[in-house]
């Protein structure tokens, strides 16, 4: 079956420094790759996302880059600010499905 | 526009007791999901709808577990008895159903088995 590994579990930083999350996915037919964002007690929102011909994509602060052939793609947040502390989950997706497989989730703490 | 509306927010039962969630997806969405978030964990596919048909309910523990989503529009998910184990956040998600379209969560309802 499907195996979504997101590395690392935790991450804690600065204030201002970057945080860069790995999720590494074995299903060789996703084409659509997207990061949630779920702060304490709330949903899981949507934060940014990429599809298989997009190598890159940047939103502000917030960048996701993919590599199809070693089967990962990494969340980048620049700049980092407390209210980014959150748990981050990747959720890949395959090719004519509605199958989102999530990550394990990467708990970031941003130090103030 | 409204979201993803879930209730109730909070259940505490006792083992062995039922219960249901109620879950209504954002207007025009076709595509509806349930999920279970245990603690510290990514969220779990329980069922997938297309309107009002079941498609992908491998997840569901069948046993105890059922869901419904008679019009194509709001689902119910219910679990009789419920377990210990059963302790859980369970998410309602929606889309429009197209392989293009994100979906987008409700707050969830937790639920505490004791």
């Known amino acids: ?112 | 526009e409204a979201g993803v509306v879930q209730s109730p927010r909070y259940k505490i039962i006792e083992k062995k007791q039922p219960v249901a969630f109620w879950c209504n997806p954002i207007s025009g969405h076709n595509t509806l999901y349930w999920y279970r978030q245990n603690l510290g964990q990514g969220p779990e596919l329980l069922i997938r709808y297309e309107n009002e048909e079941a498609v992908d309910d491998s997840q569901l523990p069948k046993d105890r577990f059922s869901a419904e989503r008679l019009k194509g529009v709001d689902s119910t998910l219910k679990i009789q008895p419920a377990e210990l184990g059963d302790s859980a956040v369970y998410l309602c998600a929606s889309s429009l159903g197209d392989s293009g379209n994100t979906i987008y969560f409700g707050e969830g309802s937790w639920l505490t088995v004791v």
Do not use: M
């Not at chain 1, 804690?12 to 007690?41: H, M, R």
């Not at chain 1, 502000?60 to 502390?85: G, M």
């Open chain 1, 1 to 112: 079956g499907e195996n979504v590994e997101q590395h690392p579990s935790t991450l804690s930083v600065q204030e201002g420094d970057s945080a860069v999350i790995k999720c590494t996915y074995s299903d060789s037919a996703s084409n659509y790759f997207p990061w949630y964002k779920q702060e304490l007690g709330k949903r899981p929102q949507l934060i940014i996302d990429i599809r298989s011909n997009v190598g890159e994509k940047k939103d502000q602060r917030i960048a996701v880059t993919l590599n199809k052939t070693a089967k990962h793609f990494s969340l980048h947040i620049t700049e980092t600010q407390p209210e980014d502390s959150a748990v981050y989950f990747c959720a890949p997706r395959a090719s004519g499905t509605y199958k989102y497989i999530f990550g394990t989730g990467t708990r970031l703490k941003v130090l103030a």
